[in-house]
């Protein structure tokens, strides 16, 4: 089973830092991925941020240097530090698990119900 709770979400002016945290809970899978996507409106789902098992990191293009993502398997969260905000990173935000069922090699994706980052100018 698989669970992915957003937070953190809100409205700041542009220029502003915000942190979103995805807790999650993740049973009977081995994880491979975790990230976050985001979809503004009338726009496909497009990549933040996404960290793999072994704590690799890659960034979208148009969030690289001022977006960080994080793990913390302790507290089982999963953040994304995001800094020098724009009007264009407004959308929602998802929380992504790539899984794969033991002993199986496909990968199913699940994800957050999203929560919402608006950036005013």
């Known amino acids: 089973q698989v669970q992915l709770v957003e937070s953190g979400g809100g409205l700041v002016q542009a220029g502003e830092s915000l942190r979103l945290s995805c807790v999650y809970s993740i049973s009977g899978f081995t994880t491979e991925a975790m990230g976050w996507y985001r979809q503004a409106p009338g726009k496909q789902r497009e990549l933040v941020a996404t960290?793999?098992?072994?704590?690799?990191?890659n960034y979208g293009d148009s969030v690289l240097g001022r977006f960080f993502i994080s793990k913390d398997n302790v507290k089982k969260t999963v953040n994304l530090q995001m800094h020098s905000l724009k009007a264009e990173d407004t959308a929602v935000y998802y929380c992504?698990?790539?899984?794969?069922?033991?002993?199986?090699?496909?990968?199913?994706?699940?994800w957050g119900q999203g929560t919402q980052v608006t950036v005013s100018e």
């Open positions: 960290i793999t098992s072994g704590g690799s990191s």
């Open positions: 992504h698990a790539e899984v794969r069922r033991f002993g199986r090699t496909n990968l199913r994706d699940y």
